[in-house]
């Protein structure tokens, strides 16, 4: 819960100190840029892990979070408005993401670094000061030198991860002081651990170190634009948090799940399923719902993926001809496990925090969706001579368009749905027998196939379509590349350019996810 202490008197003296020695460290940041010459993004991570070590001894110095926060907030304001005037330049971010390569993108982490920072103040401070240190000094430090050494050294980049550059050096740096600091940190406060933390031995403790430092290093890897500054803390203050208040999840089992969601992700690279950053994002969301939810989340969300891999590569002749019209092949990214599993990822995070048996049927809802939307897409361009209709004319459009239903893809939604909802019954139908068994198939197999509708309305109403002229044919793609290699930005000709396939998808998502939970609430079933 949020909790604001009221303001103690004798931190008054420390709030005006710490402020002093803050805008010390950016005047000097400023003086070492302007007037030496010194690279600002040397200068930059260095104040970077220098705020990083500063916030690890606050609880230390402060008895109430009141004026924490305050500076918290004052600093907020403050690069807030940097980075719209440019005041200081020393702390303007000129990368993109990780800061380990150079280019005209901006950065908003010094604008995150203090937001989360206030969040984690405000949530954690009157019993678990010890996750916000923790958290805090990895993303302070391990992030800082992940960057001072991917831009010095870094020579082999990680291809397919994100649009900035990212090194092996640069992540390498990340895991290995991500996983001291972590093991030193559990090590010194595990005497303040009070929940499903306490009395672990320490090798498990080790253990947990070292998937948070791989976690760490994954997030680090996959953001850009400076959000690791915010989710690298809030991805490891949620872990240690829910490990320490939620006594349903033991520290084995998350352990168990980290390790199994990483052998996935890199079987899912090794079999073409995934690029880079697909497999990264699997490994972050297969931690999360398999190391927190077990084999009750895990089964379902292992059902949507391996079932709608596996049909993904079936027909691949058949399916060619789709090949240049669909935004993305068969080997998913980032963006598509977000589309796909982010809204699943989101109410895992809520369950493990609220305990709401609802939610359960709505992460079941969510897949029935994206399944329902897979299998129909899949079906529908393999079936031979399949005949599609917009959904919202109805008029007779060849297969693979943006909003086009076929009888064949419309079953196959529907069938998709219900293969998601017969895997959840293996490991933990104690609510789904509460609810009604005949009654859950209908729910998960309609809130599946009407989100599968809602994508259709979606892609034949908002979503981007655009016109290659080279090969004259309508495509959800912007670009073409010509026989010359050379790159052509197709026109377009329909929907709002903002409005992409994974947009679409976790509309698409997040329609089925809801109407589970409206369901079930209304009905007032637990």
Known sequence: MLNLQAPLPQDLPVFFLTLCLVMLFVVLAELLTRKFSISSLVVRKIVHLSMGVVIFFIPDYFQSNFYPALAALLFLVLNGLNIRFGWFSALLADVEGSSEKPDAAKSYGSLLFPLIFLLQLLFLWESHKWILQTSMLVMGVGDSLAALVGSSVGKKHIEHLTKSPKTVEGSLTMFISSLFLLSSTLMVFSRNFTGGLAGKPILLLLALALLLAVVATAVEALLSHGLDNIFIPASIAYVLYVLEMNHTITLENFLVGGLFAFLLAIFSIKVKFLNNSGATATFLLGTTIFGIGGLAWTVPLLTFYLLSSVLSKLGKKRKAKFDLVFEKGSQRDAGQVYANGGIAWILMVVFSLTNNPAIFFAYLGTLAAVQADTWATEIGTMWPNPKAWLVTTFKE??????????????????????????????????????????????????????????????????????????????????????????????????????????????????????????????????
């Open 397 to 526: 459009v060849p297969v693979g368009t943006s909003g086009g239903v076929s009888v064949p893809g419309t079953s196959g939604a529907f069938l998709g749905s219900l293969f998601i909802c017969a895997s959840a019954l293996f490991f933990d139908p104690k609510w789904m027998a509460q609810f009604g068994l005949l009654q859950s198939f209908l729910l998960i197999g309609f809130s599946g196939l009407l989100a599968s509708l809602v994508d259709s309305f979606f892609g034949a109403t908002v979503q981007a379509q655009y016109f290659d002229p080279i090969r004259e044919k309508v495509t959800e793609r912007t670009h073409s590349l010509a026989a010359d290699g050379s790159v052509v930005e197709n026109q377009l000709i329909k929907g709002t350019p903002l409005v992409n396939n994974d947009l679409v998808n976790t509309l698409c998502a997040l329609s089925g996810s809801a109407l589970s939970y409206i369901v079930i609430e209304k009905m007032n079933m637990f």
